[in-house]
Nanobody
Framework: QVQLVESGGGLVQAGGSLRLSCAASGRTDSSRAMGWFRQAPGKEREFVATITWTVGRTDYADSVKGRFTISRDNAKNTVYLQMNSLKPEDTAVYYC?????????????????WGQGTQVTVSS
């Protein structure tokens, strides 16, 4: 089992920045990659970014590419999502997820472990 706890969400004006953190505990040695997803009210869960623990290979949704940066601190078992130039359409609950495979991609079902989510609200 892997436990995930997100933090760092909040209310920010359009154009502002936030940094989300996701601390992993438990059987972290079994996790090969981490991802961030988001879900806005009335919408489906959406892939945001993913990173592998070993080589730090990353992938981003087109909607956040160039604005968001995913990174990891292996010593702290923590993954971050730096969000810059935020837009009102970025408003959502952001979830951290852990995958057991090296390249889980953008499919949420490839990530068996999830955090509780953290709310991000961007005002216009």
């Amino acid at each position: 089992q892997v436990q995930l706890v997100e933090s760092g969400g909040g209310l920010v004006q359009a154009g502002g920045s936030l940094r989300l953190s996701c601390a992993a505990s438990g059987r972290t040695d079994s996790s090969r990659a981490m991802g961030w997803f988001r879900q806005a009210p009335g919408k489906e869960r959406e892939f945001v970014a993913t990173i592998t623990w070993t080589v730090g290979r990353t992938d981003y949704a087109d909607s956040v590419k160039g604005r968001f940066t995913i990174s990891r601190d292996n010593a702290k078992n923590t993954v971050y999502l730096q969000m810059n130039s935020l837009k009102p359409e970025d408003t959502a609950v952001y979830y951290c997820a852990a995958a057991m495979m090296f390249f889980p991609g953008r499919i949420w079902s490839q990530y068996p472990y999830w955090g509780q989510g953290t709310q991000v609200t961007v005002s216009s």
